[in-house]
Each structure stands twice: as C-alpha cells, then as structure tokens.
C-alpha cells in the first residue's frame, strides 16, 4: 500500500458532520463557476490531512449510496459478505475490483440513478466500455480540468485551439467546455486534419494548442517544414510523450507544453509547471497502487468519491505507474502520478486511441493472404508511431494481404481508420519467414517497441 489507510473507522458523529460540511463547500466551490476560487482551495487552502478527512467522508457516502442503489455492487458485496460500515478505506475490500470487463458486460448494472450523458472507450476485448454521467457530474470534470489549464497558464485573454477528437468519448467535449470556463476565446474542431488546423494558425491568432501528442507531432513536423507562427502554451493528451519528441515540440514552437492524464472513466490529473507528475484529483478520486514492485511502481487503482450516477469502487483502468508523495514545489497539497510505465492488460495507444489486440485479430481473420502466425509491432520512426504487421503468409503476396488490411480496416474500424488517414501513425507490412515467430512459447500477438523516456 502507497498510502496508509487513514484512521476514521472510530471518528466522532460531530466531526463526521464538520468534515462534510468541508467537504460539501468544496465540491460547492468546484462546482460553481469560480475557478480561480478552486485553484486556490485545490492548491492552497488544505493540507494533506483535510484532503485524508474529506476522502474518508466522502468513501462511507460513495459505499453507502452503492451498496444500496447499483445492482452491480449489491450482488457483489453480498457474495463477498462486505459490510461497508466497516470499510474505511478501499484497500480494506482485499482482492475487491471493479474490471474494464465489468463495464463492458455489465455497464446498466451499475446504474444508481437515470444518467444524462453516456460516452463509451476501447475495451481489451475489442468491444467499447460504456460510462454514464449526469450533467453535473460533468459540470465538475470539466472545472477541474479548467483548474489544471489554469495552473498551467492558460487565461481569459487567451486564443485557445483544441483538436481533442470529438466520437463517443469524452475529451472533445471536456477540454471544449473546460476552455469555456476558463473566459478563453476557443475554437474545438475536433480532431481533423493537421494540414487545416496549420492553415488557419495564423489568422486565428491562437496562442494555446490543446491535442493528442501524435496529432501536436503532425502539426509541428508541418511547422518545421513551412514556419511556425509563435504559440505561448501547448497542452498534450492521450499519449506518453518522450522527453526528446517534448523537445522537438518546444523547440519548433517555442513555447511551453504541460502533459494531461485522462479517461473517460474520469479519473485525472495534470502537469504543474514543475512537470514533475501528474496532479492528481484526489478531492474526487481514491487512487492505489496495487502490486507495487521495490520502486513503488505498480496497477493504478481509483475509487469515484463524488459521483453518484455511475460510481465505480476500486477500478482498476490498466496503467502502471507509481504515486509520488514528496511535496511538490507549487504547492499543491493533492500527489502526483508518475508519467505511465505501460498498461497492465494489452491495450496500445495508437495516434491518441486505445487499440486492443482484437482489433487485429478479428482484421487478420478476414485476409485470406494471412496465416495464424503473426505480429504487430508498435515502433517509433522519428517522431512518428509505425504499426507494423509481420505476417506470415499463407499463399498470396504481401501487396495482396497490405491491400485486404486496409479494406477491413477502413470498413470495420472507423476511428483508427481516420487515425491512420490523418497521417499519426504509419502502417507497415512485412513478410517474415513460417515459422519464424512461433520461436517463443506464446506468440505476443501485439509488441510495443517504442521508448518511454
Ligand atoms: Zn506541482
């Protein structure tokens, strides 16, 4: 455990109700408009042990509402025998999670009341994830997301362009309706081609870049070729991004760039401009490292604390890293997530998308030119992601197999389709010898070679 479980199990009914009553004016707060007012609260008015309280609080509610308004958590609990007057902290639920697999068969189940807004994301086994909000659960992700864009920077007098992709996912529209908050002036395209968003740079007079880092790298190899009007801020999400692409970036662009970590699932955090960690939202969010190893590095779990449409306990969403507990320099009392060290299932992100294993699988099963033996290999050529696909070919050639790819893939697989057409990954094909990729046991259907420093 990164993070002793705090000691609330016995707390006094008085203080109980003081600490809600903080806890209340806080989400309060968040949730109206002043973000300056929660930047402040979030980065200067509490301390670790106000922060340990209202998460406390705010777990026995989160359990209580759960155990019984979600069908989902009612069966659970009751074949686990928990008792949640009991628990005081997540951990305290031993092997108890809820899996990604969860919310793909079982996303109404965890329902605890009529949701408003639904958004889905990639699942490992290919079908999507759905996630269920209400507007106001909304409402408070997104001012959250304008403190974080506020700490970087990012004012009322600024030109704000985001490209994050508009689908069934949730960046779009969060980092549109965050960049309103803030009083910027915006534009939210979408994630269309980098080519029209260069065009317009100039005369739109933006200064802040919001995108997915493959889509920001597209844009910046254009900037290096052509010029490059001066933007002040550059916001990147959805992707690792090497120290020597960040570099790339900054240079042709001379400006700063801040990295986000999201999910549609909600959970969060943001660079400050130490960008040493992610900040994390842990005045809405219980974060463990399951499994850690010496280092502190291991599963991230997070527990929903505010959310009462869909509040999902102990999730685990599939990345490893560690939480880092010194102090940060800027003050903010809330730790940090460490820059991902890989995912604990095999999804890969692929130009600002999740992509699961069966995405290929069921692709492959379609070209008559691919035998069972093959692999993709995930590479790095520049600063460019290259999707390659080793196949070993059962009759046919390899022009014949690239061909039938992209024909499924165009057909079946819309986003990342559009991924490849907007030039953030390339595909590559190559024959390998039969035989040769059985040399290890278990075939690894998917392989992520790039680098992650
Ligand atoms: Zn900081």
Same mark, same amino acid.
């Given at each position: 455990m990164a993070q002793p479980a705090p000691a609330?199990?016995?707390?006094a009914a008085w203080r109980r109700w003081i600490v809600g009553g903080v806890a209340s004016t806080v989400a309060n707060l968040v949730n109206g408009r002043s973000v300056e007012t929660a930047y402040r609260l979030a980065s200067r008015a509490s301390s670790p042990a106000t922060l340990h309280s209202i998460q406390a609080w705010k777990l026995r509610r989160t359990l209580h509402h759960v155990a019984r308004h979600s069908a989902f958590y009612r069966r659970l609990f009751r074949q686990r025998g928990?008792?949640?007057?009991?628990?005081?902290?997540?951990?305290?639920?031993?092997?108890?999670f809820t899996t990604p697999q969860d919310l793909v068969d079982h996303?109404?189940?965890?329902?605890c009341r009529p949701p408003q807004v639904l958004y889905e994301t990639t699942g490992t086994s290919g079908r999507r994830k759905t996630l269920y909000y209400s507007y106001d659960e909304v409402e408070t992700a997104t001012t959250l997301m304008a403190v974080g864009l506020y700490h970087v920077g990012i004012r009322a007098r600024d030109r704000v362009i985001s490209t994050s992709d508009y689908h069934y996912w949730s960046g779009g529209p969060w980092f549109a309706r965050a960049v309103t908050k803030l009083g910027s002036f915006g534009a939210f395209?979408?994630?269309?081609?980098p080519e029209e968003v260069y065009r317009r740079l100039a005369d739109h007079r933006y200064d802040v870049l919001i995108g997915d880092v493959s889509w920001i790298l597209r844009l910046t190899e254009l900037a290096r070729e052509q010029g490059a009007p001066p933007l002040r801020l550059i916001v990147g999400a959805s992707e690792g991004l090497p120290r020597r692409s960040r570099e790339f970036i900054e240079e042709v662009w001379g400006a700063r760039m801040f990295m986000c970590y999201g999910s549609t699932e909600g959970a969060g955090g943001m660079e400050c401009r130490? @960008? $040493?960690?992610y900040h994390l939202n842990e005045f809405g969010f219980l974060f463990e490292i399951i499994d850690p190893d010496a280092d502190g590095t291991g599963e991230l779990v997070f527990t929903t604390l505010?959310?009462?449409t869909m509040p999902l306990i102990?999730?685990?969403?599939g990345d490893v890293a560690k939480l880092i507990e010194d102090p940060c320099e800027c003050g903010i009392v809330t730790r940090r997530l460490s820059p991902?060290?890989? @995912? $604990?299932?095999e999804i890969i992100m692929l130009g600002g998308e999740g992509v699961a294993p069966a995405l290929f699988e069921s692709i492959l099963n379609e070209?008559?030119?691919?035998?069972g033996n093959w692999q993709v290999a995930i590479r790095r050529d520049g600063h460019r992601d290259v999707c390659e696909l080793r196949l070993e070919l059962d009759g046919g050639d390899l022009a014949g197999a690239a061909q039938h790819v992209q024909d499924v893939l165009r057909a079946k697989f819309d986003t990342t389709w559009k991924d490849h057409q907007l030039g953030l990954f390339d595909l590559r094909f190559t024959e390998v010898p039969r035989g040769s990729l059985r040399q290890e046991r278990k075939l690894r259907r998917v392989v992520d070679e790039r680098e992650r420093d």
């Open positions: 609330s199990g016995g707390e928990v008792d949640v007057a009991s628990i005081s902290h997540p951990a305290e639920l031993g092997d108890l996303a109404e189940d965890f329902l395209p979408g994630k269309i081609a130490f @960008r $040493s960690g505010d959310r009462t102990r999730y685990r969403i991902l060290r890989g @995912r $604990s299932d070209v008559p030119e691919a035998s």
